[in-house]
């Protein structure tokens, strides 16, 4: 008996130590996943506190303008199905936000909203783009309508696909609740030790895992997807920051009267089988913005520009012939 436990136990070291060294993986240098994916129309805006913002400008040049902002641990990558299906319409400007994509880590460590906003800015002035429409998918969405916010006379449109970043005026109550008593498992996940693990722990199910939670229909949850999704997670310095961002201190929780000042015409279109973001979240966007309308996509997830490309275009270009 003793013999049995002693292989018993034995085999589960084992187990365990193949699974911690077939998901430890190393930084992939910039100078590489570059001439991997910085490929077509890929451009790189370099600021002068060292940060190197990947975006890509297609289209029109002399058409109206389209901002592309995609959700968290995603990319600009996850718009290329829906560019080329406004590319004769419109000018389409998309980014790898600050700790994603080909952006990766910034030199101020800066991944707040605000910091995002501010790269919009900084990359349209860099453009000479004045006015603007906003599409943002996620958190992206909850970057989108934040900068209508704030910048009310640059923004000509708001787009919000499965957007994040609203909370019922219950959600708020409980948020702050939270803040005053911290449960112990968010201290056990700040700590460094955690920190360091997970810096080298990034196993490709992850990648696997989150985009099949994304999508409703399993066939786009493909392996090539999956490796991309999973290598810009592996750009150097990009896993401290997407940590620092995950487990660093709260966010600001919205409630929707923030909404209510919004004033440009607005498009939420959101997928009926969202696993990540419910698309009852979307209604509250609908109730609080006086110019808005809603598409809710059935048989459809979290990502519906990857999804259903040609429904969400054409649905944005009807919205804009009726504005």
């Known amino acids: 008996m003793k013999k049995t436990f002693k292989w018993i136990g034995i085999l589960i070291i084992v187990i365990f130590v193949v699974l911690i060294y077939s998901g430890t993986y190393l930084d992939i240098s910039r100078e590489e996943l570059e001439a991997k994916y910085a490929t077509g129309s890929s451009q790189f805006l370099n600021l002068p506190d060292g940060a190197r913002i990947h975006f890509r400008d297609e289209g029109k040049t002399e058409s109206p303008v389209i901002v592309l902002l995609h959700g968290f641990n995603g990319s600009l990558f996850n718009f290329e199905r829906l560019v080329p299906l406004l590319a004769d319409d419109f000018r389409l400007i998309s980014i790898d936000l600050p ?31 004045e006015k603007f429409s906003i599409a943002g998918n996620s958190m992206g969405g909850g970057v989108a309508w934040r900068y209508t916010l704030e910048h009310p ?4 449109g708001l787009i919000l696909l499965a957007s994040s970043g609203v909370g ?3 959600d708020v109550k409980k948020f702050k609740e939270r803040e005053s008593n911290t449960p112990i498992v968010w201290k056990l996940m700040n700590s460094a030790l955690l920190k360091k693990f997970l810096h080298y722990y990034t196993p490709k199910f992850f990648a696997t895992e989150g985009l099949k939670r994304s999508v409703y229909d399993q066939q786009f949850a493909n392996a090539d997807h999956a490796n991309q999704f999973h290598e810009l997670v592996l750009l150097q ?3 401290n920051a997407i940590l620092s ?28 089988e969202d696993n990540i973001i ?5 209604l509250v966007f609908k109730e609080n913005i006086d110019n808005a309308e809603i598409k809710i996509y059935p048989k459809i997830g979290h990502l519906p520009m990857y999804e259903d490309p040609a429904r969400t275009a054409d649905d944005i270009l009807k919205f804009f012939q009726d504005l």
């Open 99 to 129: 700790g994603f994509g080909l952006t990766g880590a910034i030199p101020s460590a800066d991944y707040t909203t605000e910091s995002f906003m501010d790269t919009i800015t900084k990359l349209t002035n860099q453009l000479g783009i």
């Open 245 to 272: 961002m995950t487990m660093g201190g709260r966010r600001k929780m919205h409630g929707p009267e923030s909404l209510s000042k919004i004033t440009a015409p607005t498009l939420v279109i959101h997928g009926e």
């Open 278 to 282: 419910g698309f009852e979240r979307s």
């Open 237 to 239: 310095g990009s896993r």
């Open 168 to 170: 019922s005026k219950e």
């Open 153 to 156: 006379t640059k923004v000509e």
